[in-house]
């Protein structure tokens, strides 16, 4: 199952392996739960449709000048950014306690920190 639609990934799936411009950025196996840690994760999740998000977009380019194309492939966009994002892929960094039956990781060195609630666009209204 190939899709951006979370809830569709947690209805079906039982393991969920984000990739963003084909670089694997996060992965949990044996059941798949709302603790996405990975900021483009966070985002997608922020994206589920509802009312109010109706025309909700992910944020535009934060990032100027050229990235390293060793570097994480969602700098450019990342709202959490750091200089060595843009360098290289950060390593594997285990997310929460894990068993053997399940594994829950990240290539993020910003684990723990949230994303800034993000912006939302409103379509006007024609009377």
């Known amino acids: ?3 951006h639609d979370l809830a569709l990934i947690k209805r079906y799936a039982n393991n969920m392996a984000l990739l963003y411009r084909g670089e694997l950025l996060e992965f949990m196996t044996n059941g798949v739960d ?18 109010a998000k109706k025309n909700y977009r992910l ?4 990032v100027a000048g050229d990235i390293s194309a060793s570097g994480c492939p969602f700098a450019p966009r ?5 200089h060595a ?6 390593p594997w960094v285990e997310v929460g306690s894990h068993t053997d039956s399940h594994a829950h990781k990240t290539r993020c060195c910003r684990v723990g920190v949230a994303i800034p609630a993000p912006a939302l666009s409103h379509q006007a209204t024609v009377n």
Do not use: K
């Open 85 to 90: 994002c843009t360098h290289a892929l950060p």
């Open 78 to 82: 990342c709202p959490l950014v750091l």
């Open 34 to 51: 709302d603790h996405l840690v990975h900021p483009y994760a966070q985002l997608l999740a922020a994206a589920v449709p509802t009312a």
């Open 59 to 62: 944020p535009e380019p934060v």
């Open 1 to 3: 199952l190939i899709s």
